[in-house]
């Protein structure tokens, strides 16, 4: 498994001027490309830092095995950007430009720009795209209920939304959807992503990419919204029994269930019937229960996410699904974005009698994704207590510079953290490490679940040759 997070940039100088987003990205990028001459890494923690089309910083973590790991490296991506910000500011500071540098870990910005949390899955060759696609839509469309990060909307002449009402949002991206499936990703976004980029033995292996989800600042929605797409993913592939619940316009769909928390709205379903998103989370709820009781535990030291991870992610899709039904969300009010949002909306909007439309609720929306830990909302909901965490803030500190020592980043870290204090030239990619120039050699990494890769010894041993 693997997240992929793209950052929204702006900066504030003291003058109350900002600078463009090429400019302060390429300001917050300069000690990267100082040190590696490229502003597209792998760090030590094998992951990879880069700067996406558009400027924004993308964070891509390294091959994960478990729920809990990639939730610990989603969020070493979070401290390494507010590092790279803190240096920037610094650097601004000593230039005599100064100003303070936002990241944000959202989904759009103030013109109405998108910007993806892409979401990787291994999955086997074997499974047929389009059966997978059409058994796992209907979750991905109505999963927002569970884990949207939550979002004030506006109507916009010509945008998305504009047959909308202002109102709440679940979802950041539910209007910035156009496909189902499909190959694209920008130019018309999917649901979920086709470009077969398995990253690993293609005769065995495929990348599942789903770019529909949100940017997620609590661990625990982040452990929702993946750990029930796991067990989706785990059911279709074991060939369990799951409903038909294929939906007539997949697009239409998502964007009605992004302005109802009930979860009532009536949904077309192509074998002519209708059913709601609540209804439907209900049947994946179900199925993922009935899957527990029988689901194989992977072995002491072998891939996969434990049961211990994963009985309080279906605690808590139910838990929220008992929510939407019941109007009261008071029991998920530490746990889920959306719903954590909306009571800090609600109430500084009653303490103030704002309407939804005032522009500080749209700052406090926007604040609410600042990942600077002294400064965003969020972080300052977690100091008082008013959100959950889920994972060892020393873990993430420690992932921010080790791989994880279970999959093949583990090879990956130990040749990065090598080359670092070597004077030969590399590269490197998800599945395959390189010296260049004389004397130099490389491996492949076709198999995800391997750390040791044959010949990493050797390339580590040419590494450590002194400088001529």
Request: hydrophobic letters at 35%; charged letters at 25%; a negative charge.
């Amino acid at each position: 498994m693997g997240l992929e997070t793209e950052f929204g940039i702006t900066s504030v100088l003291d003058s109350h001027r900002r600078l463009g987003p090429d400019e302060v990205a390429r300001h917050l990028f300069a000690p990267v490309v100082e040190r590696y001459r490229s502003s597209n890494v792998y760090w030590p923690n094998a992951s990879r830092v880069y700067l996406d089309v558009g400027a924004h910083p993308e964070f891509a973590t390294a091959e994960c095995d478990s729920l809990h790991q990639l939730i610990t490296y989603d969020r070493a991506g979070d401290q390494i950007f507010h590092d790279l910000a803190s240096r920037c500011e610094t650097s601004l500071a000593e230039r005599g430009i100064g100003g303070k540098v936002y990241l944000l870990k959202n989904n759009t910005d103030s013109v109405g720009n998108s910007y993806g949390c892409h979401e990787n899955y291994l999955v086997g060759r074997d499974m047929p795209l389009k059966s997978l696609s059409a058994q796992l839509l209907p979750f991905l469309v109505t999963r927002q209920l569970i884990c949207g990060a939550g979002k004030i909307s506006v109507p916009t002449a010509g945008a998305p939304n504009e047959n909308f009402g202002p109102g709440y949002c679940l979802s950041q991206r539910a209007d910035h959807v156009w496909e189902g499936v499909s190959s694209a990703t920008t130019r018309s976004r999917p649901i979920i992503n086709t470009r077969d980029e398995p990253h690993a033995d293609s005769s065995r292996f495929r990348r599942l990419h789903i770019i529909v989800g949100d940017s997620n600042m609590s661990e625990t929605t982040t452990a929702l919204k993946v750990g029930s797409t796991l067990l989706v993913l785990e059911m279709i592939e074991a060939g369990v029994d799951l409903p038909d619940r294929e939906l007539s316009n997949e697009i239409r769909s998502i964007r009605e269930i992004a302005r109802d928390s009930t979860g009532t709205t009536p949904l077309a379903l192509r074998d002519g019937g209708t059913a709601t998103p609540l209804g439907i989370q209900r049947d994946f709820h179900a199925a993922a229960v009935r899957w527990m009781e029988d689901r194989p535990e992977p072995a002491e030291g072998a891939p996969g996410t434990p049961r211990d991870q994963l009985l309080p992610v279906v605690d808590l899709w139910g838990r929220v699904l008992d929510g939407a039904e019941s109007g009261d969300f008071s029991a998920v009010d530490t746990e889920i974005d959306w719903v954590i949002k909306k009571k800090l909306l609600d109430r500084i909007a009653e303490r103030g009698g704002l309407e939804i439309t005032d522009p500080r609720l749209a700052q406090v929306d926007l604040t609410y994704h600042d990942i600077n830990p002294d400064r965003g909302l969020f972080h300052l909901l977690a100091r008082r207590g008013e959100v959950a965490t889920l994972v060892d803030p020393d873990d993430i500190t420690a992932a921010t510079y080790t791989a994880p020592t279970t999959t093949r980043a583990a090879a990956r870290g130990r040749f990065l953290t090598a080359a670092l204090d070597s004077h030969r030239q590399t590269t490197v990619d998800w599945t395959r490490l390189k010296v260049n120039g004389d004397g130099g050699d490389e491996i492949v990494l076709p198999d995800p679940f391997d750390p040791t890769a044959e010949g990493l010894e050797h390339l580590l041993d040419i590494l450590a040759e002194p400088s001529p």
